[in-house]
């Protein structure tokens, strides 16, 4: 994340707990000039076994959805500019 972002989004107020494993997958990106949109596919994965013991009783043990970022380009490395889900509970 961005310095500003990451002052704003101190550990411990993300409003999401943390899932045992995850997985990120770009699917789609597009750059102008310094800054960047890319989509990606999160795959969260809670408990173990093929149903978990997650958020959900005898819910699935993984969880897959989509997400939009804004990410800006810092010297040589692009940075997450916009707080995501799951840290959208930032100021």
Do not use: N
Request: with cysteine; aromatic share 8%; charged share 30%.
């Amino acid at each position: 994340m961005t310095e500003e972002l990451q002052r704003k989004c101190r550990q411990g107020e993300f409003g999401h707990a943390t899932p045992d494993g995850a997985r990120v997958v770009i699917t789609e990106a597009e750059a102008t000039g310094d800054e960047a949109r890319v989509e990606v596919e999160i795959t969260e994965t809670w408990g173990e076994g093929p149903f978990g013991e997650g958020p959900v009783p005898a819910g699935p043990s993984t969880y897959t959805f989509d997400e939009v970022l804004r990410m800006e380009r810092h010297e040589d490395r692009w940075l997450i500019a916009q707080p995501p889900w799951p840290i959208h509970t930032c100021p």
